[in-house]
Every structure is written in C-alpha cells, then in structure tokens.
DNA sequence: TCAATAATGAAAATGAATTGCAATTTCATT
DNA sequence: AATGAAATTGCAATTCATTTTCATTATTGA
C-alpha cells in the first residue's frame, strides 16, 4: 500500500510524466468539473462552459476529460445514451449506478456484499476480475409518483 | 402469468403483427445467429455469414438483428468494445457477465443473492427496477496461465 | 528574449449505426 | 400461372459521436 494521491497531485504527476504545460482554460474545465461532480456528456459539459467561458471550444472540453480519464480523476460510463459519459472519481471511492429512464437521474450506491459475491463468482471461474459495471435500469421514486398521478 | 412462447412462435406473433414476410435469407440468418448462441457484433456475424451465403448483404444483417432485438430474441450488449454486441435470450433465462479482456471471452453466470440484494438496493432508494447490466472484467483462467507462462 | 514544445480552435476524418431508394421477391388473390 | 400490393434487399448515402489534423497561439525553461 502506498500513500495515494490527491486529484491536483495526481494531474501534476501526470503533467510532469507527459511534459504537459498548463493553461487557465484547461485549468478552468476541470475545476468546473470536479467541483460540479455529476455525470456529464462530453456535449453537456461544453454547453455550461460556453456560458461561463465562450472561448473555449468543444475540442478542449473533449481533450481535458480524455486528460482526467487517463490520470484516473474521470471514469467513464456507457448508460444506453447515445453519448457517454463522464464522473469525476472520488479517492477510495467505489459505487454503482441506479439510472431512471424517464428524467435520466443517476443514483450512486454502494453495497459491500454484492461486491464480495462478484468476487466470489469470478473465483469460481478462475477470473481475475479488474473492474466492473453494475447498473439498475428503471424509474426513480419521483417519476413513479407523477406517473401514478398520471393514470386515471 | 400467461404462457410464455418458443422462440419461432414470438417470432411469427411478431411477422403477424407488424404484417412482414418471410425470406431465406433472413431465416438463414436468424437461424445462424440463434444456434450458433455467441456474442456477436453486426460485423462479426456478417464476416461468418459471408463464408456461407456471399449473397447476403451487411444491411440484412443488420436489420435481422435489428428484428430479433425487437421481438425480444436478441438482446443487446455494449463491453466496451467499439461496437454492440447482439445475443440470443433464452426463454426464462437471465444472466450476466464476465469478461475477459485479454481474449475476449465471455462467460455467463448467474447469482440469485446478487440479483435479491440489486432489488434490495433499488427499493432503499424508491426505484423500480426494469432491468440491470452486471459486467466484470477481467482476465481468464485460461489468459492468467498464459500470462503467468511469460513472466520470466 | 528565444526556441522548443504544448495547447487551442476550426475543420476534416473516422467509424459504427441507420436510412433512402430503386430493384427484387413474396404471397394472397385472381 | 399471372397479377399487383406490400415487404425485402443491396448499395450508397447519411447521421452522429468521437477523434484527429494542422495552422496558430501560449507556455516555459534556458
Ligand atoms: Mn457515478
Ligand atoms: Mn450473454
Ligand atoms: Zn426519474
Ligand atoms: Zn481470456
């Protein structure tokens, strides 16, 4: 076990093992990133930065998040949308997802024991297993409510 | 709780529906893709199919493919690869996967206490859920021996 | 200050997924 | 068997998110 990083000591270690220079814009959108800490399009992301920031474009927005990703500060995700998306990754940190089809609200969870069951079904296959993805598909208390009132 | 039906007859439940006609070449592929019980890419099962039907066009494919999603006989999966991947629903049958990303192979299993805690976490939080995705990824019994093999 | 090199924006390229359309095939009805 | 409405097919074209190119600008260490 060694000491594990904070997310700026991880970006510099990954600027300085890529010679990466730094730039206020770039500086900017993951700022606004971490700190908004939701799951994000690459196309949602660029939109609330055009507000703050309009000169910078969807080419830096795309290439910052491709930079989190790769220092590990981002993950990414694949929830059926068209796009995918972007979390920032907390340290320590694990969860899955509770995604509601109809307001497209995501829901983090963790559960230690299904965790440990995966482990215990990779063993029996002889799998290591790297990583994983959990996601629960449906509806969200609120849309179940507004749909009950709905019906009738 | 109604009868649930084979496979050929939610296929012509459905042609009768949606008023379609039968071809050769889509039975062929139909058939191809449910026997051969894999996870395919359109590609993928365009490239077997090529072997033995040149006549056979990707559009074909995919809109076979396309018609099995529909009729429940298919379902999609997204691995992370560049692109989906279709494979046959078994009636009654659910399971999940794990993955390796060494070689690709894809191993089926099925946990109940996984799938009992996964309702568990949804009801703590209001949801109902209408589907799920377990994926673990990893390496392979048969890919660890290897690797193991190479070191030294 | 001055190179060297990274960052940026705009446009182009890429690639899987999907569609438009003319030609062909199916199939119920003559 | 012939007919014709409607579905199927192949090919090319399109869509759309993602990624790359390249000319220009900004950063940084010497
Ligand atoms: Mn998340
Ligand atoms: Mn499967
Ligand atoms: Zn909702
Ligand atoms: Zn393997």
Redesign the interface.
């Known amino acids: 076990m060694h000491k594990q990083s904070s997310p700026l000591e991880k970006l510099s270690e990954h600027k300085a093992r890529f010679g990466l220079k730094s730039s206020n814009k770039r500086s900017f959108i993951i700022d606004y990133f971490l700190k908004a800490d939701r799951h994000f399009t690459v196309e949602e992301l660029y939109d609330e930065i055009k507000q703050k920031k309009p000169e910078i474009s969807y080419s830096t927005v795309y290439r910052a998040l491709k930079l989190l990703a790769e220092c590990k500060l981002a993950g990414q995700c694949?929830f059926?949308d068209s796009a995918s998306r972007y979390e920032p990754i907390h340290q320590y940190e694990h969860h899955d997802h509770?995604i509601?089809?109809r307001c497209g609200r995501i829901?983090e969870?963790e559960?230690d024991?299904?965790e440990r069951?995966?482990k215990d079904?990779?063993r029996?296959?002889?799998?290591?297993?790297?990583?994983?993805?959990?996601?629960?598909?449906?509806?969200?208390?609120k849309c179940?409510k507004v749909q009950k009132g709905q019906r009738q």
Chains 1, 2 share one sequence.
């Open positions: 694949t059926g509770l509601c089809r829901i969870f559960n024991k299904i069951l995966q079904v990779a029996r296959y002889g799998f290591h297993v790297s990583a994983h993805k959990l996601e629960l598909y449906g509806m969200c208390r179940r």
